[in-house]
T-cell receptor, first 113, second 112 residues
Framework: GAVVSQHPSRVICKSGTSVKIECRSL??????MFWYRQFPKQSLMLMAT?????????EQGVEKDKFLINHASLTLSTLTVTSAHPEDSSFYIC?????????FGPGTRLTVL | AQSVSQHNHHVILSEAASLELGCNYS??????LFWYVQYPGQHLQLLLK??????LVKGIKGFEAEFIKSKFSFNLRKPSVQWSDTAEYFC??????????FGTGTSLTVIP
């Protein structure tokens, strides 16, 4: 299957700072990428759908001004957690979609102190 | 909106036992259904998927799933589990707009 990378794999930041997470599709062009949040021992919660060249579509309850998504190219989508707080600590996972299935990145563990 | 429910939260089996994990979805139209697996410390991987045609779908590593439209179900099965099958299993449905919605997951522990 296709390879999707995420960077960084782990980040620790102070409360109030912003953190950017990159998601790259390494071997195919993904017009659509998804961002998920996974809590410990729980399922993936879809946060937003990122479409190349257009605004992201956010799921209900997800603050678009707090979780900024940019999909500037067919191989890169970024998620910026603005003014992070301890409750934003979580595992963030992206996936790249090729119209049939998703290919998941390894995830980014965010810890906000 | 579509939703997915998985009834078994944690399953413990001995090696060679048979496995069946339940998955039900709520949506009346055409659905695409998926099972994903997440091995400890690894990212999600696709086990199998159903788009159309034969409702019995075979996936990797000896897994299969049966789509029963009348029951809105897509249960995952394996006749004989191995220790290496220990993982989290997630059922997912693709909805309108191509979004994927995941069930809460089932943690499978296989005892050698």
């Amino acid at each position: 299957g296709a390879v999707v990378s995420q960077h960084p794999s782990r980040v620790i930041c102070k409360s109030g700072t912003s953190v950017k997470i990159e998601c790259r599709s390494l071997d195919f062009q993904a017009t659509t990428m998804f961002w998920y949040r996974q809590f410990p021992k729980q399922s993936l919660m879809l946060m937003a759908t990122s479409n190349e060249g257009s605004k992201a579509t956010y799921e209900q309850g997800v603050e678009k001004d707090k979780f900024l998504i940019n999909h500037a190219s067919l191989t890169l989508s970024t998620l910026t957690v603005t003014s992070a707080h301890p409750e934003d600590s979580s595992f963030y996972i992206c996936s790249a979609y090729d119209s049939y299935e998703q290919f998941f990145g390894p995830g980014t563990r965010l810890t906000v102190l | 909106a579509q939703s997915v429910s998985q009834h078994n939260h944690h399953v413990i089996l001995s090696e060679a036992a048979s496995l069946e994990l339940g998955c039900n979805y709520s949506y009346g139209g055409t659905v695409n259904l998926f099972w994903y697996v997440q091995y400890p410390g690894q990212h999600l991987q696709l086990l199998l998927k159903y788009f159309s045609g034969d409702p019995l779908v075979k996936g990797i590593k000896g897994f299969e799933a049966e789509f029963i439209k009348s029951k809105f179900s897509f249960n995952l099965r394996k006749p004989s589990v191995q220790w290496s099958d220990t993982a989290e299993y997630f059922c997912a449905v693709r909805g309108t707009g191509n979004q994927f919605y995941f069930g809460t997951g089932t943690s499978l522990t296989v005892i050698p």
